[in-house]
């Protein structure tokens, strides 16, 4: 596992049912028996190389398929400006990830990690101790943060005892939640880590 | 032996161009009046090439086109029209369709059945615009017509058109003229003359 799966792991569930409302049933299928004759993978695998969605995605719509991918992630996630693009800030569209964002930062315990992780990579029992949360509750909240992506590997540690850990640190760079006319929008900054190793991004926003 | 069906409202016409591709052993396995007998023609027979008129009451040429290349994309389409500015026309020549104009002329039908039969096997590329739904502005690639219509047919797209044919496709005419010269300066200008035509 690594750097690649937290922004893929946040955007992959989304972006698949994003591809099939948008291309409809039969269309995901001629794509979906492409992938697998090509690669083996499954639509959902092919996530984690997202270039080998493209080529298949290049050769249903030829040079259409970018103005697709673009369409498909920009529903999830957009950069509005030039501005933005230049600081990668990506601005959250699809509810179900922002509330994953939102969810974690309104938790105290969870808001504290997320923060202390930000630029610098520690192991879960480093985390804890540093931020003084207690380890039950701590590594509830640390896996519910890996599970959402949120929280990504960033190489490991060995131990005395010569045991490996792996370490962890946030997803992000920065996070801005602001409330405009009654929504709720938030903003954030990958860390230049994921995007350079996100196939996604690299793809379908060429940064 | 080469197989076709061929397809004009006016039977005389039917009748002449039959007698003229017989003549060059073309085997006519039907023929049709209107574009939707056409496309049922091209159902059940699968010929090698199509002979098609444009203008026809109901369903017209361009009708049994655009079928014809929903049904099998790498269809062999040769229009046969009376109107001089068909080679002009976007229309015939963004379907990648060929052109036979009346009166009809033996070695042109010749040489046209020939390019058919033996043509590039490179799909053609056409730039495109399209647009999605629920936005005003429009995009636009270029795209084989196979992509164009997968892309066409997507839910998400609202408009989808092809706006002319590339530049890949006048250089291959470029090309050709090229080769056609060479030939004009060894007397035969039957080449140079169907491609003088060709590129508008």
Same mark, same amino acid.
């Given at each position: 596992?690594?750097?690649?799966?937290?922004?893929?792991?946040?955007?992959?569930?989304?972006?698949? =049912?994003?591809?099939?409302?948008?291309?409809?049933?039969?269309?995901? &299928?001629?794509?979906?028996? &492409?992938?697998?004759? &090509?690669?083996?993978?499954?639509?959902?695998?092919?996530?984690?190389?997202?270039?080998?969605?493209?080529?298949?995605?290049?050769?249903?719509?030829?040079?259409?398929?970018?103005?697709?991918?673009?369409?498909?992630?920009?529903?999830?996630?957009?950069?509005?400006?030039?501005?933005?693009?230049?600081?990668?800030?990506?601005?959250?569209?699809?509810?179900?990830?922002?509330?994953?964002?939102? =969810?974690?930062?309104?938790?105290?315990?969870?808001?504290?990690?997320?923060?202390?992780?930000?630029?610098?990579?520690?192991?879960?029992?480093?985390?804890?101790?540093?931020?003084?949360?207690?380890?039950?509750?701590?590594?509830?909240?640390?896996?519910?943060?890996?599970?959402?992506?949120?929280?990504?590997?960033?190489?490991?540690?060995?131990?005395?005892?010569?045991?490996?850990?792996?370490?962890?640190?946030?997803?992000?760079?920065?996070?801005?939640?602001?409330?405009?006319?009654?929504?709720?929008?938030?903003?954030?900054?990958?860390?230049?880590?994921?995007?350079?190793?996100?196939?996604?991004?690299?793809?379908?926003?060429?940064? | 032996?080469?197989?076709?069906?061929?397809?004009?409202?006016?039977?005389?016409?039917? +009748?002449?161009?039959?007698?003229?591709?017989?003549?060059?052993?073309? #085997?006519?396995?039907?023929?049709?009046?209107?574009?939707?007998?056409?496309?049922?023609?091209?159902?059940?027979?699968?010929?090698?090439?199509?002979?098609?008129?444009?203008?026809?009451?109901?369903?017209?040429?361009?009708?049994?086109?655009?079928?014809?290349?929903?049904?099998?994309?790498?269809?062999?389409?040769?229009?046969?029209?009376?109107?001089? +500015?068909? #080679?002009?026309?976007?229309?015939?020549?963004?379907?990648?369709?060929?052109?036979?104009?009346?009166?009809?002329?033996?070695?042109?039908?010749?040489?046209?059945?020939?390019?058919?039969?033996?043509?590039?096997?490179?799909?053609?590329?056409? +730039?495109?615009?399209?647009?999605?739904?629920?936005?005003?502005?429009?995009?636009?690639?270029?795209?084989?017509?196979?992509?164009?219509? #997968?892309?066409?047919?997507?839910?998400?797209?609202?408009?989808?058109?092809?706006?002319?044919?590339?530049?890949?496709?006048?250089?291959?005419?470029? +090309?050709?003229m090229?080769k056609a010269i060479?030939l004009a300066?060894? #007397?035969d200008t039957s080449h140079i003359r169907r491609l003088s035509?060709?590129?508008?």
């Amino acid at each position: 596992m690594n750097v690649m799966t937290g922004v893929t792991q946040l955007l992959a569930k989304s972006l698949e =049912k994003t591809m099939l409302n948008n291309l409809g049933e039969t269309t995901i &299928r001629k794509i979906q028996d &492409r992938l697998f004759e &090509r690669y083996g993978m499954s639509i959902t695998q092919s996530m984690e190389e997202f270039e080998k969605l493209d080529s298949v995605l290049r050769e249903f719509f030829g040079a259409g398929a970018e103005g697709l991918e673009r369409k498909f992630l920009d529903s999830l996630c957009s950069i509005k400006s030039k501005k933005d693009q230049s600081q990668t800030r990506f601005t959250i569209l699809e509810p179900s990830i922002g509330q994953s964002i939102l =969810k974690a930062y309104s938790d105290d315990e969870a808001s504290k990690i997320l923060n202390a992780s930000i630029g610098e990579s520690w192991t879960i029992l480093e985390m804890l101790e540093k931020l003084q949360i207690p380890q039950t509750s701590g590594y509830r909240k640390v896996n519910s943060l890996i599970e959402d992506g949120l929280l990504i590997k960033d190489g490991h540690m060995i131990s005395a005892s010569g045991r490996k850990t792996d370490k962890y640190k946030s997803l992000f760079d920065n996070v801005e939640i602001d409330i405009k006319n009654n929504k709720v929008i938030v903003n954030v900054q990958f860390t230049q880590n994921v995007i350079d190793q996100s196939p996604i991004l690299q793809t379908v926003y060429g940064i | 032996m080469t197989s076709c069906i061929v397809v004009d409202d006016d039977r005389d016409i039917v +009748n002449v161009f039959c007698d003229m591709l017989s003549m060059i052993e073309v #085997n006519v396995l039907a023929t049709a009046n209107d574009g939707d007998q056409a496309v049922n023609m091209y159902k059940k027979y699968h010929p090698d090439i199509v002979f098609i008129d444009l203008n026809m009451p109901k369903y017209d040429g361009f009708y049994a086109i655009k079928k014809i290349n929903d049904l099998d994309p790498d269809a062999k389409i040769v229009v046969v029209t009376g109107d001089s +500015n068909a #080679n002009r026309s976007s229309f015939p020549d963004s379907l990648n369709v060929r052109v036979i104009r009346k009166p009809f002329d033996l070695q042109v039908i010749k040489q046209v059945i020939t390019d058919c039969l033996t043509g590039d096997a490179e799909p053609a590329q056409f +730039n495109i615009k399209y647009q999605f739904k629920g936005e005003i502005r429009s995009y636009s690639c270029t795209v084989t017509y196979e992509q164009f219509k #997968n892309l066409k047919e997507l839910p998400i797209i609202e408009k989808c058109e092809i706006i002319k044919t590339t530049k890949q496709q006048f250089d291959k005419y470029a +090309n050709e003229m090229g080769k056609a010269i060479n030939l004009a300066i060894k #007397n035969d200008t039957s080449h140079i003359r169907r491609l003088s035509e060709l590129v508008s």
